[in-house]
């Protein structure tokens, strides 16, 4: 194995190398909400999208699709929110990479070598789960409850649907930030396979538990509907048999390159 490219340093190197990296992320986070926060009403209709898709399956009139709030300030700091969660998606590669950069010295280089690849696909799949959200799973959530509203017929009562800003950008948040975690599935468990903490007889084995709690996972990170609670279930179950099959695969390339070393020695 390939020695660590790192001297030793005294403790307030590290620490001095730890702060230099925090200051990096905490200014990209800050410059990010800030510009998040200049166009947060624009931010905030592009996650109204969805319902306005919702309104149109349900048959209704997308032109009188509305939101409302009920306090003062309540709009102020949902656009404070937004810009939060905005910054935090455009930052999250600055920030990834300055953690990467204080850990890398201290590990090998094949170790390196193999944390890239995660370093790259960890995004890209939290945008593929928010992708789902965003074009899938909020307008199928929506339309579930707006096929509950009542309409003024035969003596009953008007029940209409107007969903707060807060509550509804508290929805829409919760759903992308759970879809883009259980989307980083594959790569953790790529990674401990990697570092030989799992196994992929071990995921096999333990795939009955695995559903059972992706199903337990979905109940309490989603709005209680069955809609809400299949729709995140069953993405974690495919993506919990794509990482078996990930596992599989690192273990054969291994298997193989050490045969190779055995075969060159």
Not at 6 to 27: F, G, N, S
Not at 41 to 50: I, M, S, T, Y
Not at 114 to 119: G, I, Q
Not at 193 to 217: G, N, P, S
Request: charged letters at 15%.
């Amino acid at each position: 194995m390939s020695e660590i490219e790192d001297k030793p340093q005294p403790l307030i190197e590290h620490l001095i190398e730890l702060r230099r990296r925090l200051i990096w992320a905490i200014v990209a986070f800050f410059t990010a909400f800030l510009v998040c926060f200049y166009f947060a009403k624009q931010l905030f209709n592009l996650l109204v999208v969805p319902y306005r898709t919702a309104v149109i399956w349900a048959g209704l009139d997308p032109k009188s699709t509305e939101l409302i709030y009920t306090a003062p300030q309540e709009f102020f700091f949902t656009q404070i929110k937004v810009a939060m969660f905005g910054a935090m998606v455009i930052a999250f590669p600055v920030i990834a990479t300055q953690i990467y950069k204080f850990v890398a010295p201290g590990l090998y280089k094949n170790e390196r070598a193999a944390f890239l690849p995660f370093l790259v696909a960890s995004p890209l799949l939290f945008l593929l789960g928010a992708a789902m959200v965003y074009f899938f799973f909020t307008p199928m959530v929506m339309w579930f409850f707006l096929s509950m509203q009542q309409l003024p017929a035969d003596g009953q009562v008007s029940i209409q649907l107007l969903p707060k800003v807060s509550e509804y950008l508290g929805l829409i948040m919760m759903l992308i930030l759970s879809f883009g975690l259980v989307f980083q599935l594959p790569v953790v468990t790529s990674l401990l396979v990697r570092v030989d903490i799992l196994r992929a007889a071990t995921l096999a084995e333990k795939r009955k538990y695995a559903w059972v709690v992706a199903f337990i996972v979905a109940a309490v990170l989603t709005p209680p509907d069955p809609i809400s609670q299949i729709g995140l279930a069953l993405p974690t179950i495919l993506l919990y048999e794509i990482s078996i099959i990930t596992a599989r695969m690192i273990e054969k390339s291994r298997s193989r390159s050490e045969m190779e070393e055995k075969a060159a020695s």
